[in-house]
Each structure stands twice: as structure tokens, then as C-alpha cells.
């Protein structure tokens, strides 16, 4: 790596880091095989070791060594700069002292993604980064082989969501799916049963769906509010519901995704 120290904010070498609380600006940064932003040493030590490429590091002095174990051997610049400039330039103190803009990697197939796995987690339409993340988190922790993420939801590789995961969204194998019905086709295919969960009047308890326990399970989750939508639902091959009690209908997404995910671990 070479060392390169930036004392102006303005340097037109820290572009990649300007603004990053904007999300309409990160979204003009970060299209499809562009860039994607990781934060401190642990989410960029994951990042590298599952095979990306970091583009640059933006790394304060206290910082150094960190970073220097993880990209010392790479052919990558790190821009040293002081706390102001870090945070003049990112638009937030950077409190852990490591940001690295990452070349983003093609994604694979959702035939690829889910050969060889029995428990993958679908996401639908979930537009929350932070929910993303932690869903990942669940994934990780709770051993789904993979996830698949609807064409209108949140990027898992927005910083807020690789942040709230801890990393894991490098850890877990997944993909977007490009369409839902084929998808639905490819998981068919490959033996999946597909279980939505909803509040529905003919769903059937977490526990029951346990009993039944197919081979290979693919759990469908929607966003907060709005749910799955109807063409979710009617492609699942179960509508599963997890018992409540309190006068709580229901859990937050990630929190529900781990119930499920925990019941159906191997």
C-alpha cells in the first residue's frame, strides 16, 4: 500500500468519500458494478478477504497499523488525514477511523447463489438499509446458506447496511433478483419450498411449518408496514405465521427473520 498524507478537504483525491450522508448522492456514486463504501477495519478486513478489491482507504493516523494489516500487501492508495478532514469531508465524525471505497463486484446468479444451499432468506421490497443489515446479520449468525434480494429493495452494499451487519453481508453468499417469477422458477427447480411469512387467514404456525420441515427452504420476508406483496404470497408454497402474544400482531422484519431462521437451522 502506499501512505499518502492529505491535510485539505478539498483534495479532489477524497471525492469518493464527499457527502457520504446523502443518500441521493451515494446513489449517483454507487450504480451497479461502480463503487460501495465500508467502514472500520472489521468490515474492510471481511470485505477483502471474501475477494474485493478496495479502490482507495481513507484512514486516520492512529488508524495506520489496522489498515496496514489488511491492505499492506495491496496495490491500493491510503489517504492519511486528520479528524476534521475526515469528517469535513464524509459529512460525520468517523469514529472509528477507517473508511475504504470498494470496486463493486458482479453479482452472481440467482441459480448460482442458491446451488448446494438448503435455507436461503428472501428479502422483498425492503427499502430500510439498516434492516437489510441487520437481516444479513441474522443470516450469518443463524446459518442461512444465502440471500436473495428483490429488485426494489435497499442495497446491501450501502455503507449503513454493510455497518449494521458487522460485515456480514461479505460473509453470507447472495444476489438481486432481476425477476420474481423466475425466480421463483429457479428455486422450484432446484427442490425449494418457498415460505411466506404474513398474517394471513390461512397461515399456518412457525411450529407447524417446523413439523413439516422440507429438505430445502426459502423464507420470504416483506417490509415493514405493507408486508409481502399479493404476487409474494401466491408464489409461496406455505403462508407462515409466527405466534404472537401481548397484543403484538407482529416483529420487526430482522427480528422476525431470525425467529424463523433459528426454528429452521439444521
Avoid: C
Wanted: hydrophobic share 45%.
Amino acid at each position: 500500500m502506499e501512505l499518502i498524507s492529505v491535510a485539505d478537504a478539498a483534495d479532489p483525491r477524497l471525492d469518493d468519500y464527499r457527502g457520504l450522508t446523502d443518500t441521493a448522492l451515494r446513489a449517483l456514486r454507487e450504480p451497479p458494478d461502480g463503487l460501495y463504501i465500508a467502514e472500520s477495519t472489521k468490515v474492510i478486513a471481511r470485505a477483502v478477504a471474501a475477494g474485493h478489491r478496495p479502490r482507495s482507504v481513507l484512514v486516520q493516523e492512529r488508524r495506520i497499523d489496522d489498515i496496514r494489516g489488511i491492505v499492506g500487501a495491496l496495490d491500493v492508495p491510503v489517504y492519511v488525514v486528520p479528524d476534521e478532514v475526515a469528517e469535513a469531508v464524509t459529512g460525520f465524525a468517523v469514529h472509528r477511523g477507517t473508511i475504504a471505497s470498494m470496486h463493486r463486484p458482479q453479482l452472481p446468479t440467482v441459480r448460482e447463489v442458491i446451488q448446494g444451499a438448503g435455507l436461503v432468506l428472501i428479502l422483498e421490497n425492503i427499502g430500510d438499509h439498516t434492516n437489510v443489515g441487520a437481516a444479513f446479520r441474522a443470516a450469518a449468525g443463524l446459518g442461512a446458506d444465502a440471500v436473495l434480494v428483490s429488485p426494489g429493495g435497499a442495497d446491501p452494499l450501502y455503507r449503513r447496511s454493510v455497518r449494521v451487519s458487522m460485515g456480514t453481508v461479505f460473509q453470507v453468499p447472495w444476489t438481486r433478483m432481476t425477476d420474481w417469477a423466475q425466480s421463483v422458477t429457479d428455486l422450484h427447480s432446484e427442490g425449494f419450498d418457498i415460505a411466506a411469512l404474513a398474517l394471513e387467514d390461512d397461515a399456518i404456525t412457525l411450529d407447524a411449518y417446523v413439523d413439516i420441515h422440507p429438505e430445502r427452504v426459502a423464507v420470504v420476508m416483506g417490509a415493514e408496514g405493507d408486508g409481502l406483496s399479493r404476487t409474494a404470497i401466491a408464489s409461496a408454497d406455505h403462508v407462515v405465521t409466527i405466534p404472537m402474544s401481548g397484543g403484538v400482531d407482529s416483529l420487526n422484519v430482522a427480528s422476525a427473520a431470525a425467529v424463523a431462521l433459528w426454528a429452521l437451522r439444521r
